[in-house]
């Protein structure tokens, strides 16, 4: 997950967006590997897969509405991370993280960033 933190750091201060073609490459890698990982993730990287999902999100919602062709694909994406953010949200109560840890942890997260 660190990887892809580190990925996401460098798009976020970038002057210029990717394409669509790099952001769907970037979200299906990141989306394989919170499948593939999600069940024996701890709590940090947990934290940090919500952190990319919320920011993964936002962008494609605007980005859907700014693109008449990619609009629908937009949607998708951000939709399947708003469902991530909600299972690991849903996770880390269950494990006993209150919903203002986990927002004082992606304001942490976010001033690294």
Sequence with gaps: ???KLTTLKEYVHMDSEISF????TYYSSFIGQLNAEYNEMDQGTCLKARFICSIVKANAETRS???KTNA???RKMADK????MEAIDHRLKKEGLPQAAIDTAMN?????L
Excluded: D, L, V
């Design 81 to 84: 991370c708003g469902f991530w």
């Design 72 to 74: 629908k694909a937009f």
């Design 21 to 24: 073609e790099e952001f769907k």
């Design 1 to 3: 997950m660190e990887e």
């Design 108 to 112: 942490e997260i976010n001033k690294r």
């Design 65 to 67: 509405h700014q693109s």
